[in-house]
Nanobody, 117 residues
Framework: QVQLVESGGGLVQPGGSLRLSCAAS????????MGWYRQAPGKQRELVARISRIGSSTNYADSVKGRFTISRDAARNTVYLQMSSLKPEDTAVYYC??????????WGQGTQVTVSS
């Protein structure tokens, strides 16, 4: 079965860094666009960053541009989100997404990121 397993979340001080990882299994990783989304308490889930299937194209939410970097490693079936200069407003549950089309779309279980002093 399909599994997307996120890791790397935790508590970090403002200005700090974290790297999230999402290991995919049960899918042909190379043909999926991969993304990171987040959901803060009381808010809707929002796109953070997305990378195309061969990694040639990325896009970011305006709120994270210049601070976050998404990348993928096809050999490891893993997508990463490097987060720097973290702010309290980045606090959320971060979810990994694998997207092929509207009918073939998978989510991880989420990992908590808390930015606080």
């Amino acid at each position: 079965q399909v599994q997307l397993v996120e890791s790397g979340g935790g508590l970090v001080q403002p200005g700090g860094s974290l790297r999230l990882s999402c290991a995919a299994s049960g899918i042909f990783f190379r043909i999926y666009d991969m993304g990171w989304y987040r959901q803060a308490p009381g808010k809707q889930r929002e796109l953070v960053a997305r990378i195309s299937r061969i990694g040639s194209s990325t896009n970011y939410a305006d709120s994270v541009k210049g601070r976050f970097t998404i990348s993928r490693d096809a050999a490891r079936n893993t997508v990463y989100l490097q987060m720097s200069s973290l702010k309290p407003e980045d606090t959320a549950v971060y979810y990994c997404n694998a997207y092929l089309n509207s009918d073939t779309n998978y989510w991880g279980q989420g990992t908590q990121v808390t930015v606080s002093s």
